[in-house]
Antibody, heavy 120, light 110 residues
Framework: EVQLWESGGGSFQPGESLRLSCTPSGFTFSTFAMSWVRQSPGQGLEWVASISGSGDKTDTADSLKGRFTISRDNSKRILSLQMNSLRVDDTAVYYC?????????????WGQGTRVSVSS | QSALTQPASVSGSPGQSITISCTGTSNDIGAYTFVSWYQHHPGQVPKLIIYDVSNRPSWASGRFSGSRSGNTASLTISGLQPEDEADYYCASFTGRNTLVFGPGTKLTVL
């Protein structure tokens, strides 16, 4: 059974940085592209970033480039999202998912999400 | 601001069929067969129900079907059931190695 567990969320102030992590189980991690998707309060889903199975290719939403960085450590089986210069509108539930660019352009398995709140 | 457009809401009675549209451009939906649909019950995790325009994952009900014509993709739910009441999102590959979601459609089962 595929399972994804996110961690690292919490309450932060504007300008701070944080790193979200996702720990997978139930599949061969290194062979799957992975992504982050977020949902702000009262808003819809928003694709954040994707990374290839090997980690050599990443794609990030234009509006988040330069602040958010997706990465993975296949030896430790961890997916990460480094979030810098946090803004109030980064407040959202962040989901770790399988799939995304560059291979399967859809998100088939989702974690429960980790909540990030940014306020002064 | 989404590059895809969906109706804000649709409704139907149990047993009826409804269709949700997702309109993009010739740079996304019109150019690629990478359209997916997600069902999201508030408070729960979004669930993939259609991928690559019309393919259904093993866990999705056969009452869900997808199609595409030009720059518009569609999700049809047949034999509406009360548990189908949820938010539905389309998503598309854009060709600049990015993915975009539609704003979502709230389905009400009357």
């Amino acid at each position: 059974e595929v399972q994804l567990w996110e961690s690292g969320g919490g309450s932060f102030q504007p300008g701070e940085s944080l790193r979200l992590s996702c720990t997978p189980s139930g599949f061969t991690f290194s062979t799957f592209a992975m992504s982050w998707v977020r949902q702000s309060p009262g808003q819809g889903l928003e694709w954040v970033a994707s990374i290839s199975g090997s980690g050599d290719k990443t794609d990030t939403a234009d509006s988040l480039k330069g602040r958010f960085t997706i990465s993975r450590d296949n030896s430790k089986r961890i997916l990460s999202l480094q979030m810098n210069s946090l803004r109030v509108d980064d407040t959202a539930v962040y989901y770790c998912t399988t799939g995304g660019t560059p291979s399967r352009r859809f998100f088939d398995f989702w974690g429960q999400g980790t909540r990030v709140s940014v306020s002064s | 601001q989404s590059a895809l457009t969906q109706p804000a809401s649709v409704s139907g009675s149990p047993g009826q069929s409804i269709t949700i549209s997702c309109t993009g451009t010739s740079n996304d939906i019109g150019a690629y067969t990478f359209v997916s649909w997600y069902q999201h019950h508030p408070g729960q995790v979004p669930k993939l129900i259609i991928y690559d325009v019309s393919n259904r994952p093993s866990w999705a009900s056969g009452r869900f079907s997808g199609s595409r014509s030009g720059n518009t993709a569609s999700l049809t739910i047949s034999g509406l059931q009360p548990e189908d009441e949820a938010d539905y999102y389309c998503a598309s590959f854009t060709g600049r190695n990015t993915l975009v979601f539609g704003p979502g459609t709230k389905l009400t089962v009357l």
